[in-house]
């Protein structure tokens, strides 16, 4: 008989062989195609990839909160070894907020204009804790001042359009943290923002991450965004993982083609003159998936296989994983497949 083994590590979160789907006119969209991932405590993990790849929607995925379109057709999603796909809503409410928070991407229409960000805020913390009244609003006094509002007393009295975007992505923030969550995931989080106060709201993201030792979902476009940031990155394309290993694995021996291409459209500070060189094609459509690799036709080094297969994801070493072409043929000939 087949005995499980009792010493597996159990993940914070497992996600395992997700796909998620969207059904519209046009046909069923396959946003998300066999995504895995673990993340464990304290773990800031990078989801990267252009518009369409289905970072969000991964992301959504976990938190169950897809539109109503789409669906998650299959796959897991474990939460402390608990499959969440398979919970009612009235579990998923307590999970939400509590265990698991979310920072859209846009924090000019992410708050209410019409309520002040005390009310918004105090709402958050009435419906996923216990507090309420004065408590409540002295817990929402202590989240202002913990990500960085001054004057917080008096900010709570306002309206979001009396706040600059910064501000807007601090309070959004805040309320993310209503729970001191075990995992936060951060969408865009500084999409609609200017250069200097990207660098502030993530370097707030990463110093509450130490300091409450929760885990981190940080989801970009932007390689350059997450350079120093994050424990481990994940690249998407098409709905799927083309790569995935630790930050200076990814930076400095990528082994997927389209890794390389987002790589090589980054600016180097060090040589302002270097050309930037832009990935060609447009991006892939999903309603219409190829057979093969989903970045087969933008790719330069594109083969006959590449067409027909798609590849399988193989070890670079320990702490790098890519599903290429390429390197499945690297290997082949090496020997070491």
């Given at each position: 008989?087949?005995?499980?083994n009792?010493?597996?590590k159990?993940?914070?979160?497992s ?16 946003a ?11 773990e ?8 369409g790849?289905?970072k969000?929607?991964t992301?959504?995925?976990?938190m169950?909160i ?15 070894g608990?499959?969440?796909t ?5 579990k ?12 859209f ?11 002040t960000?005390g ?7 009435t ?35 009396e706040h600059?975007?910064?501000m ?11 729970c001191?969550p ?6 865009e ?5 200017d ?9 707030l ?7 409450l030792?929760?885990a ?9 965004v997450?350079a120093?940031?994050?424990d481990n990155?994940?690249?998407?394309y ?12 990814i930076f400095?021996?990528?082994?997927h ?6 790589l090589r459209?980054i600016?180097?500070?060090k040589?302002?003159k ?8 447009t991006?892939?459509?999903?309603l219409?998936l190829?057979?093969?690799c ?6 330069e080094n594109c ?5 027909q297969?798609p ?7 320990e702490?790098?994983?890519?599903s ?5 043929k ?7 497949i």
């Open positions: 008989m087949e005995t499980k009792t010493f597996e159990q993940h914070l979160l996600v395992q062989d997700l796909h998620t789907s969207f059904f519209t006119d046009s046909g069923e969209v396959h998300v195609n066999g995504v895995s991932f673990n993340l464990d405590e304290g800031i993990l990078g989801i990267v990839g252009e518009s790849s289905g969000s929607v992301a959504y995925s976990i169950q897809l539109a109503s379109t789409g669906k998650v057709v299959g796959g897991k999603i474990l939460y402390k608990d499959d969440l398979k919970w009612n809503e009235s998923l409410d307590k999970f939400r907020g509590k265990c698991v928070s979310i920072i991407q846009d924090p000019m229409t992410s708050l209410n204009p019409v309520f960000i009310n918004q805020l105090i709402e958050a913390i419906l996923h804790t216990d507090k309420r009244g004065a408590e409540a609003k002295a817990r929402a006094i202590e989240l202002l001042s913990l990500v960085g509002i001054n004057e917080p007393e008096r900010r709570l009295k306002q309206y979001p359009h600059s975007g910064g807007r992505q601090r309070v959004m923030i805040a309320m993310a943290l209503a001191e075990d995992i936060l995931i951060a969408d989080p500084t999409t609609a923002l250069v200097t106060i990207q660098a502030q709201i993530l370097e993201i990463q110093s509450l991450q130490k300091k030792g929760m981190v979902i940080l989801v970009t476009h932007d390689l350059g997450i120093e940031m994050c990155i994940i690249v998407m098409g709905g799927r993982i083309c790569e995935r290993g630790t930050a200076s694995e400095y021996n990528p082994k083609e389209y890794t390389k291409g987002l459209s600016p180097n500070v040589d302002m270097q050309r930037l060189v832009p990935i060609s094609g991006p892939i459509n999903i219409n190829p057979k093969g989903p970045f087969c036709a933008r790719c083969m006959k296989i590449c067409l297969e590849p399988m994801e193989i070890d670079i070493n702490n790098h994983k890519a290429c072409w390429m390197n499945i690297t290997a082949f000939e090496g020997g070491s």
